[in-house]
């Protein structure tokens, strides 16, 4: 089956530029077999975990509901570091030294198994070795960057102080951390890909998993029609799908990036960090053998701020500090923060024995997928890893999470009831122009309604199929965007990502 480079989005990454397709087989005998392990979702997680097993010798099916890194994979901005959003003075203290000293040595892992994978595998990805630089522009942000300095010396990881910085930003303090990395993350993941079709792995594509049993500790998984039977199931899908424990402790959050071509022609060779809520991050590419700056931040909660905003605001940053001559690429994608700072990694709570997760992220999803896939092979192949305890899903939250547990969920809550109230009854359909949608009220009737370009309507039940809220038109993306939980849904209704597993039902006008 031949298979198109596509994204979870409307605008093109620059990582989708100029892939070729890939070649996947359907297995034959799907339903006949009982596989050692049922892998969900084609990202760096999912295909990580995949060939890990099957080079343990697990007989594996990675089943993706669309196409392999359809999802975040595809939209991240592939920065390779071993400091995290969730700092380690922030994770010394919710979960003691001994606890920070382990979340470093789970990056540096995860961080590692990416560069051992590319050698191994022989992977062109343009994996570079990179000095991440981190500057202060005000007092308060020096305070953080000594906090953050602080907290790298307290789990090992070396860093200075410099006096410069690559780019012309007035800044007061920076700190420079050598042995960082950069790559281009789908060819990686198609290296991932190729490596586990040699292994004598099994994939199905276009295969959303929306229902799971259990009989005799096997796991029966349903989609499509189709059946597949496994003794442990992998949930590789930031957020398992349908209704479970992860919807309470992360939340949904969208990052921006452009990819911009300088007038000067001089690009930075490190990656570059500021300190300002939300942050930005810079980093140079070469794509389709022209050399870009990618930069990124504007990060907010899924359905909650202007896409288009958000957009506009980080093009306007750029150019305030750039000479930019021509904005190449921009898109947006999607991530979870754990409620206490540490991803959740291990058996999925309230299931059956054998189903397992990987979500809450945070911003480091590379490093911490990467260090997931080996986590949760482990735990299948032995039941044992070493950061089994600290990433447990089912673990005891600190006391200092709470507040923040309270607040993500009384968000949740407030965009249950209010956003029905949101809805615009005075609008028609006929005031939405071309290439435009709009929450509206009909004749009592509540619509999620967007006009092609062809003047074409595409009337929806503006009701999130997973737990109920009202989705928000994301006009960047060209999607319906649920704040709750973080499902989105294309111009048909059509799930992008979950945890929904049901689309949107259509309206005719």
């Known amino acids: 089956m031949k298979n198109s480079i596509k994204r979870d989005g409307s605008p093109e990454s620059a990582w989708q530029h100029g892939l070729p397709s890939v070649t996947t087989t359907r297995p034959s005998k799907i339903n006949e077999t009982v596989y050692d392990c049922l892998v969900v979702g084609g990202g760096i997680t999912g295909l990580s975990s995949a060939l890990l097993l099957r080079n343990a010798g697990k007989n594996v099916i990675l089943a993706e509901a669309n196409t392999i890194g359809f999802g975040t994979t595809g939209g991240t901005s592939a920065h390779i570091n071993n400091f995290a959003d969730t700092t380690y003075k922030e994770a010394e203290s919710a979960f003691g030294k001994e606890g920070a000293s382990l979340f470093a040595r789970a990056i540096a892992e995860g961080q590692e198994l990416i560069k051992t994978n590319t050698a191994t595998h022989q992977i062109d990805c343009d994996y570079e070795v990179k000095t991440a630089i981190v500057y202060a522009e005000d007092k308060e942000q020096v305070d953080q960057l000594t906090s953050l300095f602080a907290g790298l010396a307290t789990v090992g990881i070396p860093a200075r102080f410099t006096d410069t910085i690559p780019v012309s930003i ?5 700190i ?41 500790e096997n796991h029966i998984a349903e989609a499509n029609q189709m059946t597949i039977r496994a003794k442990n199931i992998i949930y590789a899908t930031h957020m398992p799908p349908n209704i479970n424990a ?4 992360c939340a949904p959050y969208r990052s921006y990036v452009l990819g911009v071509k300088l007038q000067s022609g001089e690009y930075p060779d490190d990656l570059i960090y500021d300190l300002e809520e939300p942050y930005h991050y810079f980093r140079t590419h070469t794509v389709a053998g022209e050399k870009l700056l990618f930069a990124g931040g504007n990060d907010h909660k899924t ?27 921009k898109w947006s994608s999607q991530y979870y923060i754990p409620v206490d700072g540490f991803p959740y990694i291990g058996q999925l ?34 039941g ?19 507040k923040e547990f309270v607040s993500e969920n009384a968000d949740v809550a407030y965009h249950f009831i209010a956003d029905r109230f949101n809805i615009h009854e005075t609008d028609s359909l006929k005031r939405i122009e071309p290439g435009t949608g709009k929450l509206i009220k009909v004749e009592g009737k509540k619509i999620a309604a967007y006009r092609d370009e062809k003047g074409v309507m595409h009337a929806l039940n503006p009701t999130c199929t997973h737990m109920g809220c009202i989705v928000n038109w994301n006009q960047e993306e060209l999607s319906w965007d649920c704040p709750c939980h973080g499902a989105r849904f294309d111009i048909d209704g059509k799930v992008l990502t979950g945890p929904a597993t049901i689309d949107l039902s259509q309206i005719q006008e």
Request: glycine residues 6%; hydrophobic residues 40%; charged residues 20%.
């Open 170 to 174: 007035p800044f007061k303090k920076a």
């Open 176 to 216: 420079s951390i050598a042995n960082q990395a950069q790559f281009h993350p789908l060819k990686y993941l198609r290296g991932l890909l190729k490596a586990y079709m040699a292994a004598g792995g099994n994939i199905v594509e276009h295969t959303r998993i929306a229902k799971v049993s259990t009989e005799n």
């Open 246 to 249: 992860m919807n309470l402790v």
């Open 303 to 329: 359905g909650h701020e202007d896409p288009e905003k958000q957009i506009a605001d980080l093009e306007k940053y750029l150019r305030k500090h750039f000479y930019i001559s021509s904005v190449k690429y």
């Open 349 to 382: 709570p309230f299931t059956a024995k054998g189903i397992y997760c990987a979500t809450g992220f945070n911003g480091n999803g590379m490093m911490l997928g990467s260090v997931a896939a080996k986590i949760l092979s482990d735990l299948i192949v032995s």
């Open 384 to 402: 044992e890893n070493i950061y089994k305890d600290l990433f447990d899903p089912c673990r005891i939250k600190p006391v200092d999470s709470f």
